[in-house]
Structures are given as C-alpha cells and as structure tokens.
C-alpha cells in the first residue's frame, strides 16, 4: 500500500501490489471521466495498490473541474454533505502534498453588511463546534483580508465571518498536474482523446468498455462524466432530473495591494450552501435581498471570489438551469455580478477573461450514485460541489467496491 492512512481493504483482506497495466490485461478499475470527481477515484484506487485505466474525451479536463472558483466550501455543507467533504478535505491536502498541486487552508471569509447577513452567522456559529465559525466585526474582517495597506478598504462592512475548514485550490492546474501524477504511479493509464460508447460484460464477470479506440476490461468501472451522464443513460439522467447548470464567470487582474488567502463569500453565497439555509434567519436574509436587489436573484447570483496563487481574481457567478445550455453570455449578467464585486473590494477590476461555467444539477438530490449495471456504477455530484466532495466520495466509492 502507497498510503498507510487509507485503511479499507480487498475483499481478499489485503491490498494486493499493483502491475504494470499491459495491452488486453483486466484493470481493477477502470474510469470514464479525468475530471476531479474521475481522479480523485483513481487517486484512491491507487493508494490501495489496484490498477486503473482511466478514459477521457477530450486531450485534457475542460469542463466543471477547471471552471471553478478552486474552493473547497467545507463549512457550509450540512448532513451527508459535510460528513463528505470533511473526509474530502483530508484527503485533498494529503493528494495535494503527494501529487504536487497547490492547496492552502486558508478558510473562507463571508462579508456581512445588514444585521440580516450578520444574524445568520452568529445562528451558525451557536451550532458549531467553536473555532469553526469565527464571528468577526468589521476591522477584524478587513484584518482577515489584508493586503498592502494601501489596498483596497472594504467600504460598508458590518462584519463577518471566518470558515476556518474551507480549503483553497487552483482549478487551472489541479486537475492537470493530479492526472500527471496518476501517469507516473506503477499499474496506472490515462487514455486521452478516448470516449466510452458502452459497456458489457462477460460469464466471468469482467466489465469491458466499447470505446472510440478499442476495447478497455475492468472488474468495476465508474462513470464520472458531470453533467454529460445523458450522452451514455439517457433515462438514468432523465430520472435523475439532471440538467446543466451554466454560469457566468471571469478573471480579473490582481487589483494594487490585494492578497487574499481566503476565499470571498457575500450573502447571497448564504442563499446558496445549506449550512445557511437551514438557519432560521435565512428567511429574513433572503426577503431582504427580494426587497433590496432583485436582480440578483433574478440572475441565481452568488457574488463571491478567490485569489489564485498568480494574483489574478477568479470572479462569479450567476446559475440558469437547462438540459443544453446555450453557449452564449448575457453581458448584463456578468457586469452585474462584477459591479458587486468591486464594490465589496472597493477597487476598481480589469477583467482580462470570461467564460461559461458548467456544472450537473438536480432537484432528486446532490448525489447520483447507481450501478446502471453489475460492475458498472455511474457517480455524479448533482450540486456544484464537485470539488468540495471530490476526495471523500471517493473514499467511500473505493472502499465500497474493494
């Protein structure tokens, strides 16, 4: 065993030494997606010493998991959810010091400028268990985000809050360098430009993998495709629910004097993440955006931001909901989001990209996990917590299976 922290087992009892994957020969694992949900499963596959052949349409992961804000919303998850991602941040920082890629507990800092904003997180931070939820009051929230102290000043701040548990992570790079990491791990096979077209499976009980460039054998295969589980089960989407959540989203240059560690959440983030939610004084936060500011409710809006480690800001989002999403962005929708941006920063923005965000969504539940067939098990976060969920649903996938 590569990791001695991961402690479930084969169904033989013991981890068996991983072999060099051959042309013909039976992977223990194959996995249809190199997106995060994908490699995190073949991360830990790996670390317990099982084979893996993972395939990917495309040359390299372009979709949810290189869209993202790049954090780990840990805190503000509830029930499953949280039991999930507090496994996932584990891991993540373990996989992060193994494979390479960047991540950073820095928490998470929520912004709160009405005594609504503020009643739901002194609600959260009663629940919790203390240090989770730091209640903060407006100095101490500046403090939290300072940076040169010729920065930017943070106009209109009541206080706020510190997540202590949320994780920060680049969503351009992690995927790419994670993957690189699987493809230098002894038994592992990434095959790029390479879709799955369907499955079958043999009297001995070995899944095999129609693909674009041949035929793949697996004892277990999972489908980690997002918000495309439709072009391979259609009527497992359609009993799913799931549709394509499309965002709207950009980057900024690094405005003067501003270094954040932590992510940025505003209060329409509390209209979004369940640990809010479920607050009591939700519901008088979200009449007071109704009254206040329509219009970002008209969008699904939830105004918040991160720093990636070159400085740029990583800037969003609006949520429309559709089976296909149109490919084109609404400008208004984009200035409105920014315009609450620089305001919270109190700097001016030079926006140097935008681009459609994608995510799989669903009103059935945040999970869909089914074995469409014996051996073959799609899973999908249905939620637009991929990232925050990704290393702790495959720590359960995993020891489920082996």
Not at 4 to 21: C, D, K, L, N, W
Request: proline residues 4%; charged residues 20%; glycine residues 10%.
């Amino acid at each position: 065993m590569k990791n001695q922290t991961h402690e479930f087992a084969t169904p033989s009892g013991a981890v068996r030494a991983a072999a060099v994957s051959t042309a013909g020969a039976v992977s223990d694992l194959v996995i249809v997606g190199a997106g995060i949900i994908g490699l995190a499963h073949a991360a830990h596959a790996v670390a317990n010493g099982l084979t893996v052949t993972v395939l990917e349409r495309d040359h390299h992961a372009v979709g949810a998991s290189v869209r993202n804000f790049g954090h780990c919303c840990i805190t503000a998850q509830s029930g499953e959810l949280y039991e999930l991602a507090q496994a996932s941040r584990k891991y993540w920082l373990e996989f992060a010091r193994q494979a390479g890629f960047w991540a950073a507990e820095s928490g998470a800092v929520v912004l709160a400028r009405t005594a609504a904003e503020m009643a739901v997180l002194e609600e959260l931070a009663a629940v919790r268990e203390p240090g989770q939820v730091e209640l903060l009051s407006a100095e101490g929230t500046r403090s939290r985000l300072a940076g040169a102290s010729d920065g930017p000043g943070w106009p209109g701040l009541l206080g706020g809050a510190f997540l202590r548990d949320d994780l920060r992570v680049d969503p351009r790079t992690t995927a790419a360098r994670l993957a690189a990491w699987l493809e230098r791990q002894p038994g592992v096979e990434i095959r790029w430009n390479t879709s799955a077209l369907g499955f079958g499976r043999d009297a001995a009980g070995t899944v095999t993998a129609t693909t674009s460039r041949g035929e793949v054998r697996g004892r277990q295969v999972l489908v980690c495709v997002g918000h495309d589980v439709d072009y391979l089960f259609p009527e497992l989407a359609a009993e799913h629910r799931i549709e394509r959540c499309a965002l709207q989203m950009s980057l900024a240059g690094r405005p003067a004097g501003l270094d954040l560690a932590p992510a940025v959440l505003t209060a329409t983030s509390m209209l979004r993440y369940p640990a809010f939610t479920e607050m009591p004084a939700a519901a008088a936060l979200r009449a007071e955006i109704r009254d206040t500011r329509p219009d970002l409710l008209d969008i699904g809006a939830n105004v918040m931001f991160t720093q990636r480690p070159d400085g740029s800001l990583i800037l969003g989002d609006s949520h429309h909901y559709h089976r296909t999403a149109t490919p084109f962005l609404d400008e208004p929708v984009t200035a409105t989001l920014n315009h609450e941006i620089a305001q919270a920063i109190g700097a001016e923005l030079d926006i140097i990209q935008r681009w459609q965000g994608v995510y799989a969504s669903s009103d059935v539940g945040p999970l869909l996990e089914h074995e469409v067939q014996p051996g073959v098990t799609v899973i999908s976060v249905t939620s637009g917590v991929g990232m925050t969920l990704s290393f702790g649903l495959a720590h359960r996938t995993i020891s489920r299976l082996f």
